[in-house]
Nanobody, 122 residues
Framework: QVQLVESGGGLVQPGGSLTLSCAASGLSFRTYAAVWFRQVAGKEREFVGGISWRDMISYEDSLKGRFIISRDNAKNTVFLQMNRLKPEDTAVYYC????????????????WGQGTQVTVSS
């Protein structure tokens, strides 16, 4: 049984940083791509960025330079480091997995975590 479990969400002030984790069981990020999406209530799920099985990393253009994705193969965990956070980054952040490659369409992903809330507010 595949499980993706996100953690690390919370309340942070504008300009602050937060790191989310996505721990996987039942699949290996050595052969699966891990991707982060985010969603605001009433809006479509938005691609944030992802890392392929061969460590190719891609980001949504507007987030480049502020968000950093990394992976720890030994822990089978992917991280999303978010810096210089803005109120518009407030959303539920989801981790998703699919074999090998990163694609931006959420419909391409087989497995999803439950999501973790990130709120950026003073």
């Amino acid at each position: 049984q595949v499980q993706l479990v996100e953690s690390g969400g919370g309340l942070v002030q504008p300009g602050g940083s937060l790191t989310l984790s996505c721990a996987a069981s039942g699949l290996s990020f050595r052969t699966y791509a891990a991707v982060w999406f985010r969603q605001v209530a009433g809006k479509e799920r938005e691609f944030v960025g992802g890392i392929s099985w061969r460590d190719m990393i891609s980001y949504e253009d507007s987030l480049k330079g502020r968000f950093i994705i990394s992976r720890d193969n030994a822990k089978n965990t992917v991280f999303l480091q978010m810096n210089r956070l803005k109120p518009e980054d407030t959303a539920v952040y989801y981790c998703a997995g699919r074999p090998m490659t990163v694609v931006v369409q959420s419909s391409a992903y087989n497995y999803w975590g439950q999501g973790t809330q990130v709120t950026v507010s003073s």
